[in-house]
T-cell receptor, first 111, second 115 residues
């Protein structure tokens, strides 16, 4: 049973555009929602994270929007750049932080 | 090095052989995690260590998989009698404390291929 559903599976965005990746979760006990960025041949790296007591968090060009009632959260990448091309994973956790990951979104930002 | 180190980076072995994968966490990190990443899939939790003990082994897929951690540092993941479905990237992560306030830092993984 997949507890975190991520979409789309792949995404192509033009340079300067907005990339949007969505995730939905089922477990209402989740209390921490990080996004990871992974380049080919590398391990995932924490990008940005949010807790359910806020509806939005922004760090530079990256914004998480969180909708607790809908059990959904999304990553927005503003002014997308070719260097942002990577696979993005949403995740969720509760308690001692065993992460449950979505299946990933492969983002390609075209020059 | 300052990050999580995993070795080997690549491992090719024949079906039925045993393999051992190694993880060196960031110094001082008490929590250590193993994940498996199959091609085109998300990360699948395998096991978590707090210090040298493993409070959560629920993700280990079968009794062919085992892991240990010694000296609150290095951890090894052992897969016995490997099968083709074991082919994946095995990722290790560590965090200062087993707390969602502490981010998990990942190594670059071991890419395991079973022929």
């Amino acid at each position: 049973q997949q507890q975190v559903k991520q979409s789309p599976q792949s995404l192509i965005v033009q340079k300067g555009g907005i990339s949007i990746i969505n995730c939905a979760y089922e477990n209402t006990a989740f209390d921490y929602f990080p996004w990871y960025q992974q380049f080919p041949g590398k391990g995932p790296a924490l990008l940005i994270a949010i807790r359910p007591d806020v509806s939005e968090k922004k760090e530079g060009r990256f914004t998480i929007s969180f909708n607790k009632s809908a059990k959904q959260f999304s990553l927005h990448i503003m002014d997308s750049q070719p260097g942002d091309s990577a696979t993005y994973f949403c995740a969720a956790t509760e308690g001692y932080s065993t992460l449950t990951f979505g299946k990933g979104t492969m983002l390609l930002v075209s020059p | 090095g300052a990050g999580v180190s995993q070795s080997p980076s690549n491992k090719v072995t024949e079906k039925g052989k045993d393999v051992e994968l190694r993880c060196d966490p960031i110094s001082g990190h008490t929590a250590l995690y193993w994940y498996r990443q199959r091609l085109g899939q998300g990360l699948e939790f395998l096991i978590y260590f707090q210090g040298n003990s493993a409070p959560d082994k629920s993700g280990l897929p079968s009794d062919r998989f085992s892991a240990e951690r010694t000296g609150e540092s290095v951890s090894t993941l052992t897969i016995q009698r490997t099968q083709q479905e074991d082919s994946a990237v095995y990722l290790c992560a560590s965090s200062l404390l087993p707390d969602s306030n502490q981010p998990q830092h990942f190594g670059d993984g071991t890419r395991l291929s079973i022929l």
